[in-house]
């Protein structure tokens, strides 16, 4: 495959899987085109239903906003070996199914092997594991993910900084998900600062004035 990468420039693997919200998917993915990383992403094909559903976007607007993407059957993608350089995955949002796969290391996919991968390079993983309420088997498959390295991040809203809006909620969740792989998100509010000096980026990934865009 082609080398892309500009010296210094980092490189993020994002998987969309099936679970709801795959709205923090893409705010991921412009994030971290605001911050130039490298984004080689994997949809599932449940995820493509999920975006169908909870979207206007096309498939082809949701490729457009990663700088490389593979389909889901190809495990013999770049992303699938360990000797692809990367600083980490985040999956976002993470189904269940995708999570006990990468906590039994199945590697049935490209998103799942890219996981794999990621683990047993010792290199950051982190999931946006979204459901609820959880049984025992999704508990038990988190554990695996967190005894082998991985951040098991829910994508549970901070309240104490008076969100507005869904996308403030989804915004903020997207950009502790980058934190934990070091990727700065200016403009995003923390604890201790004014909510109101954030920067606004309304979610207009999700409309159709994104999708014109991309035509
Ligand atoms: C609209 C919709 C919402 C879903 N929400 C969830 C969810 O929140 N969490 C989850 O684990 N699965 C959810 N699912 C089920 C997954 O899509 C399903 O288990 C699928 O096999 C996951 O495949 P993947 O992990 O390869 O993406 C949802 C399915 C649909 C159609």
């Known amino acids: 495959m082609e080398e892309v990468r500009p010296p210094g420039r980092r490189r993020l693997v994002v998987g969309i899987s099936g679970a709801t919200g795959i709205a923090y998917g893409v705010q991921v993915l412009r994030f971290a085109r605001a911050a130039d990383v490298e984004t080689h992403l994997v949809v599932t094909s449940a995820a493509q239903q999920t975006r169908e559903y909870e979207t206007d976007l096309s498939a082809r ?6 700088d490389v993407t593979y389909k889901p059957s190809d495990v013999g993608a770049a992303i699938a070996s360990g000797s692809f350089r990367a600083d980490g995955m985040i999956v976002a949002p993470c189904s269940v199914r995708t999570l006990s796969a990468i906590a039994h290391g199945l590697g049935d996919n490209a998103l799942t092997r890219a ?8 290199r950051r993983l982190v999931l ?3 459901e609820t309420p959880l049984t025992l088997a999704h508990l038990r498959a988190m554990a695996a993910v967190s005894e082998m390295g ?5 994508p549970v809203p901070a309240f104490y900084l008076r969100p507005r ?6 915004r903020h969740t997207a950009a502790r998900a980058l ?3 070091d990727i700065d998100v ?7 600062d004014d909510a109101d000096a954030a920067v606004p980026t309304p979610l207009t990934a999700l409309s159709n004035s994104t999708r014109r865009a991309h035509r």
Do not use: H
Request: aromatic share 2%; no cysteine.
């Open 150 to 154: 991985g951040v098991v991040m829910p």
């Open 165 to 170: 809006s869904v996308e403030d909620i989804v």
């Open 115 to 122: 996981a794999d991968v990621t683990l047993k390079e010792r």
């Open 61 to 66: 607007d949701l490729r457009a906003m990663a």
């Open 128 to 130: 946006l594991v979204r």
């Open 186 to 192: 200016p403009g995003t509010p923390r604890w201790g």
């Open 179 to 181: 934190d934990l792989l």
